[in-house]
């Protein structure tokens, strides 16, 4: 019987150590990584007696950068924000662009009310607020035995 080592994630299982170093500090690095991962917002999804809510996590945006959207029964939450800035320093002069955006799309059920609609954006969250319909609203009543 013979016994093989598997490398199950180790760092060090590669050709060169020297390697993983590079290539790991390279892919780990803040400027690559915000630009290689797509980021798309943490959603919470909720039901009480009377709405749905969708608490959409988003900081650092304003809430002028989205755009809800209604199509049949699909809500649609994109973003996108653009920004430059210029640093004129020493006869040189230095641009940077920033630019992000994403789409979410959530389909609401038939008991969505479509004309009541409400959205806030609050301290980087976006507060979405839908109605339901009257007749989808739960009804409790006591039921007395005979």
Same mark, same amino acid.
């Given at each position: 019987?013979?016994?093989?080592?598997?490398?199950?994630?180790?760092?060090?299982?590669?050709?060169?150590?020297?390697?993983? %170093?590079?290539?790991?500090?390279?892919?780990?690095?803040?400027?690559?990584?915000? =630009?290689?991962?797509?980021?798309?917002?943490?959603?919470?999804?909720?039901?009480?007696?009377?709405?749905?809510?969708?608490?959409? +996590? +988003?900081?650092?945006?304003? !809430?002028? %950068?989205? !755009?809800?959207?209604?199509?049949?029964?699909?809500?649609?939450?994109? +973003?996108?924000? !653009?920004?430059?800035?210029? %640093?004129?320093?020493?006869?040189?002069?230095?641009?940077?662009?920033?630019?992000?955006?994403?789409? =979410?799309?959530?389909?609401?059920?038939?008991?969505?009310?479509?004309?009541?609609?409400?959205?806030?954006?609050?301290?980087?969250?976006?507060?979405?607020?839908?109605?339901?319909?009257?007749? +989808?609203?739960?009804?409790?009543?006591?039921?007395?035995? !005979?």
């Amino acid at each position: 019987m013979t016994l093989v080592k598997f490398a199950n994630g180790n760092k060090g299982a590669s050709v060169s150590p020297f390697l993983n %170093d590079v290539f790991g500090s390279f892919f780990n690095d803040a400027y690559v990584s915000d =630009r290689l991962v797509s980021r798309v917002p943490a959603v919470n999804i909720a039901e009480t007696e009377n709405h749905y809510h969708i608490e959409l +996590a +988003a900081p650092g945006l304003s !809430k002028e %950068d989205f !755009k809800l959207n209604l199509e049949k029964d699909v809500l649609t939450i994109s +973003a996108e924000t !653009k920004s430059e800035s210029t %640093d004129e320093n020493k006869k040189y002069n230095r641009k940077e662009y920033s630019y992000s955006s994403f789409v =979410r799309s959530f389909t609401l059920p038939e008991t969505a009310d479509h004309a009541n609609i409400e959205a806030e954006y609050n301290n980087g969250v976006l507060k979405i607020n839908v109605a339901k319909k009257e007749e +989808a609203k739960i009804v409790n009543r006591e039921i007395s035995v !005979k």
